[in-house]
């Protein structure tokens, strides 16, 4: 969508202040632990762009609460499993080799969006480690929602999700769906024998630039929409429109807890 249009759909600009009054009204509260997935072109014109949103977030959550946003590398994977787009197999060797390490203060995120993108670099946020899966988060909680983040279990426990699950944070979901909903890929973690693959990913280990293999389970989003909507039904959540954007606002707990048993019942069911 075109700037313009974007204007022309709007009566009024969405705005910082704007924006933290609708994240009041939405449910958003001082103090609270939020994992934020969001499509900045969904709001229509922003005055400020990403940077306005994100001081929006602070100021409803304050600096005793915490924001945490999935700041993903798929492009650091291995090459053989690509598909959006893939490279030739002969390339496969190559990029293993040459993959840029991992590193928490440069590596860009890839397809998480320009507020995602924005908030990586903004002042007093940190960043885990994981090469493929990682996060950022600000506030109270930061740092120990990124301390542990097991190589083997990006999304798993002792991952940055499982750390808002503890902390019985909260989902913000700014104009996308459940396909975009990470904290599923926790409740995945409860499926009875899921399906292991082998994962690569360059990363810096005892100082060198290494290709580092190791074995995870299959992640897979392709249900989370409907899994989403089915919890959506049973459970309670706050909806309101921002600027052009569907926005939910749910807690994670309720979450997985629910989309455990819902994968496990699926799982068996196959």
């Known amino acids: 969508m075109s700037e313009l249009k974007s204007i022309e759909q709007l009566k009024t600009p969405n705005t910082r202040t704007s924006l933290a009054i609708d994240f009041k009204k939405l449910g958003l509260e001082k103090g609270m632990v939020v994992i934020v997935h969001s499509s900045l072109s969904s709001f229509g014109w922003i005055c400020g762009g990403p940077v306005a949103v994100i001081q929006a977030l602070m100021d409803v959550v304050g600096e005793e609460g915490t924001i945490v946003m999935p700041t993903q590398t798929g492009d650091n994977s291995d090459p053989s499993s690509w598909q959006n ?3 030739p197999e002969e390339w496969w060797p190559i990029i293993r080799n040459e993959m840029p390490a991992y590193d928490p203060k440069v590596t860009p995120t890839r397809a998480m969006g320009k507020i995602v ?8 946020v940190k960043r885990s480690f994981h090469p493929a899966y990682s ?6 909680h930061a740092e120990y929602v990124l301390t542990e983040q097991p190589l083997e279990s990006g999304f798993g426990p002792q991952s940055p999700l ?11 979901l700014l104009g996308v769906g459940h396909d975009s909903n990470t904290s599923l890929h926790l409740a995945e973690h409860a499926i009875d024998m ?12 005892d100082g060198e630039r290494v290709w580092k293999t190791f074995e995870e389970i299959e992640y897979n989003s392709d249900v989370f929409e409907e899994l989403g909507k089915d919890f959506e039904v049973k459970h309670q959540i706050n909806l309101l429109i921002i600027g052009n954007a569907d926005c939910k606002l749910m807690s994670q707990r309720y979450l997985v807890n629910f989309g455990r048993d819902w994968l496990q019942n699926k799982h068996s069911n196959e």
């Open 194 to 205: 899921p399906k292991m693959v082998r994962k690569g990913a360059a990363m810096i280990e």
């Open 85 to 87: 787009p893939p490279v």
């Open 117 to 124: 993108e924005t908030f990586r670099t903004y002042p007093n």
């Open 135 to 140: 996060f950022a988060a600000w506030g109270k």
């Open 162 to 172: 499982a750390k808002i699950y503890e902390l019985d944070g909260y989902v913000l």
